[in-house]
């Protein structure tokens, strides 16, 4: 299959990004243990993956980093070191989907609304590579999260989702503080009960135009994804751009399937409001754990 135009753009504005940042100049941080922000983030995307429909979201951020010896949280989430090296890891992974509304025409007409998904669970990391004077190096990422669907305070167990990726980091000088960049990139599995709560037909829904469908486990697609983030002062923004190839799914035929491509784009502005007074010693090489 060929690739498509937006996909070959999205690769090429990956590898320039990349490729414009200066190294970082190798050096510690006396940095707070504890910080704590807030800002505004705004989202894009379809209603899930395939749809031919979706819409955008703004929504709180919290801007959290904590520096522990053992435990440290930043803007990739929770995570704790694993024996006494920073090669080998343990983190939590958490991931989220947006409401399905009901609606009167389309791949689903006549179908109910869907609720919003929550995914949650242990995400192994392997740094497989690392070059200290071009502060880079390439991690392995093991994700597996059960996924349940939200409804006030009822939560639906919907399945289970395995995402694993190889992602490529890399720090460069700028002014304020150094450009974070990554670049991520792996195949994604989901059970049958996770791909039926999105695109299975029930016997009563079918119509002419939209027959009878379940899902099997097994193979969801692939996925690509770019992101960047940079400190300036008491600020923190962070972006990232999203792109998903349902080709070769399980879920592929389904009749709920309209696009074989998703997009998804967001931004987030965040303000620090208070630190601890207490410091710590932190290396600016990229790490997992912050520290060396």
Known sequence: MPVPSRFRAVLTAAALLVAALPAAPSRAQSLPVWEVGLGLGVISVPFYRGADAGRSYAFPVPYLKYRGRYLQVDEGGLRGKLFTSD????????????????????????MRELHPTLEIGPQLEYRLWRVRDRDAAVWLHLPLRAAFSVNWNEFDDQGWVLAPFVEYETR?????????????????????????????????????????????????????????????????????ARLDSLSGAVFEDSPLVRENYYYAAGLAVSRLLATSRENVEVDLHLSRTDRE
């Open 172 to 240: 460069g000088a700028g002014p304020g503080g150094p450009w974070k960049v990554g670049v991520g990139a792996g195949p994604l599995f989901a059970t049958g009960g996770y791909h039926d709560y999105f695109y299975e037909v029930l016997p009563g829904q079918a119509t002419a135009a939209r027959p009878e469908y379940h899902a099997d486990g097994g193979y969801s697609g692939s996925r690509l994804t770019l992101t960047a983030q940079k400190r300036y002062g008491d600020w923190w923004i962070g972006g990232f």
């Open 87 to 110: 090669r080998l890891l343990l983190d939590i992974s958490v991931a989220a989907g947006v409401p399905v509304p009901a609606s009167r025409d389309g791949a689903r007409a006549g």
